[in-house]
């Protein structure tokens, strides 16, 4: 029988910025660009958010991140600033913490499909998110045979 062992780590990249700038609490963000996970084939994805709020947000509000999945390899599960996505696509909560000061968040093993997908997050902290600045950023990674 094989081992399996935790892999290495693919190229760190962010996926979503702009589409951050200014969420209202109880918003959510735009889509990020297409994720194309066809060649290598990833397993899950490491991701952090980076936020520095204006005004100190609830402590342990739930910012939730969706995966929206295109199934076909070319439609995309709707989700975007204006329409909410479907609960079934929620992968994790980020809990920030209450303070004006520079917070860096993590989920870990999200699971990913083999193909593409998208990313978005709706804030619920209490506090608006600041107008420029804050980011997703996504590093995958998988098991490998021994």
Known sequence: MADITQGTYGSTATVLSTELNSIADAASSDASSEIDNTTDLHMFDDLVLSVTFGSA?????????????????????????????????????????????????????????????????????????????????RRPHSFEQL
């Open 57 to 137: 947000p609830t402590a342990s509000e739930p910012i939730e991140l969706y995966l929206l999945p295109a199934i076909d390899g070319t439609n995309f599960v709707t989700g975007s600033s204006s329409i909410t996505p479907p609960l079934n696509t929620l992968r994790g909560v980020f809990t920030v913490q209450n303070t004006t000061s520079a917070q860096l968040v993590t989920l870990m093993n999200v699971a990913i499909p083999p193909g593409k997908f998208k990313y978005m997050i709706t804030n619920n902290s209490g506090q608006a998110f600041p107008a420029s600045g804050s980011t997703l950023e």
